[in-house]
């Protein structure tokens, strides 16, 4: 496989799998991926995978498609080129329920509780495809987050910006998703509370559960993840490895704030 990053001279997508666990299988693979909203294209010619269990970081700037990548892996753009696979299946122009089934988790850039539910009633929501309310899931969300246990009955429209995060994040681990994707889990926290929850997002990975992850919070998130694309104007430009990237002088320059 190739991508736009072969032009320049880092590792390019295949390379970048050297720095995955041993044996590890593709999970998810995007190709030559095209995609945007009506007639209007934001991505062109995208390429990116995430192996099982990888911990894998998209950072680039405001505006530079990254929420709309996600998007796109979860079947929320207008699909105008290109595949998504996900466990050897051809996910491309399914819908959000039908990919929800396949494995894969969403927590959205904004607005992702429903404020007027209660918190357990939130956590439900995750798993309302089934016929019924898994406990056993639920109950590994409440001892993920106990906050959410002691909160069950509030309503999630009271909880703070942290709390609802994890909340987001516990409703999309309801069906114990193979690969979760979160849209900028730290934005609009307390710099006290970023370290906290990138610590949680380790956890959720370190216990099996592949994350693909869009960060502001660009340095960070390269340090923790395995890999790291760095996305601008719609188009992969740089795939290495978060140290790599972080160490890029030209990554530093032009993404990282030097
Ligand atoms: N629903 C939408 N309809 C039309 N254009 C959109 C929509 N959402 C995002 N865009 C546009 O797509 C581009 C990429 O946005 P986005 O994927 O949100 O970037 P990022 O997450 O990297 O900041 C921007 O130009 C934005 O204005
Ligand atoms: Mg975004």
Known sequence: ?????????????????????????????????????????????????????????????NGAGKSTLMKSVFGLTAHMGGTVTFAGEDITGLMPEQIIHEGIGYVPQNDNTFTSLSVQ?????????????PEDALEAVFDRFPILRERKDQKAGTMSGGQQQMLAMGRALMLEPDLLLLD????????????????????INDDGTAVLMVEQNAKEALRRC???????????????SGDALLNDPQVRQDFLGG
């Open 226 to 240: 395995d890999r790291g694309y760095v996305l601008a104007n719609g188009e992969n430009r740089y795939v290495d």
């Open 121 to 133: 009633e939130n956590l439900e929501m995750g798993a309302y495809i089934l016929d019924e309310v």
């Open 1 to 61: 496989m190739s991508t736009n990053a072969d032009a320049d001279t880092h590792t390019d997508a295949s390379t970048g799998a050297s720095t995955t666990p041993a044996g590890s299988e593709r999970l998810l693979e995007v190709e030559n991926l095209d995609a945007g909203y009506g007639d209007l294209q934001i991505l062109t010619d995208v390429d990116m995978f995430v192996d099982e269990g990888e911990y894998v970081t998209i950072v680039g700037p």
């Open 184 to 203: 900028e889990p730290s934005a609009g926290l307390a710099p006290d509370l970023v370290a906290d929850m990138f610590d949680r997002i380790d956890a």
